[in-house]
């Protein structure tokens, strides 16, 4: 006759074996689940400022924007969290793609999935390795990082991508 451990360690070995079959079948099907966010970023003013670094004049700019977005869509049973992101999207002459990251936020639920924020400032510093951004269309999108509870992160961007033509620079006290 079987003892009690050797029940409570197949009744275990059993359980974590449906466990995981589990989760692999979540984490298979998660990627075929529709998924349809709407998203509007809309760029209201930059100003470009330049200032004097230690000898070096560069440029910096300050962007105001207004966003919409419905991110519900995203949000199943399989969602943990939201990584969001807006993404200034442009070329220079030294690199083919400069990506800057101007405003971040992570969502948790379903019910902040529904973003709506009007002037907008950009939460993290917009200069580039070069120091001018003359002659540059910087395109503005939403990006998104999808974190499952199992499988692998799922990342996108909004369809209406805008594209901006930086003004000329404005002068900042050093």
Not at 29 to 34: E, G, Y
Not at 83 to 100: G, R
């Amino acid at each position: 006759m079987y003892s009690l451990a050797q029940r409570a360690n197949s009744v275990f070995a059993f359980s974590l074996t449906v466990i995981f079959v589990l989760l692999g079948a979540v984490a298979i099907i998660t990627p075929f689940l529709p998924f349809n966010p709407t998203t509007e970023v809309h760029v209201r003013d930059i100003a470009v400022w330049t200032y004097d670094y230690g000898g070096s004049i560069s440029e910096i700019a300050f962007v105001t924007m207004d966003l919409e977005a419905d991110l519900t869509s995203l949000f199943n049973w399989n969602t943990k969290q939201l990584y969001v992101s807006i993404v200034a999207e442009y070329e220079s002459d030294t690199y083919n793609v400069n990506q800057i990251i101007l405003w971040d936020d992570i969502i948790r639920s379903k019910r902040d999935a529904r973003i709506v924020l009007h002037q907008l400032k950009n939460k993290y510093i917009f200069n580039d390795i070069n120091p001018s951004f003359r002659e540059i269309n910087a395109t503005y999108a939403l990006h998104w990082d999808a974190m499952p509870y199992a499988g692998l992160l799922q990342s996108g961007r909004s369809k209406s991508i805008k594209r901006v033509k930086f003004p000329k620079p404005e002068n900042m006290a050093s």
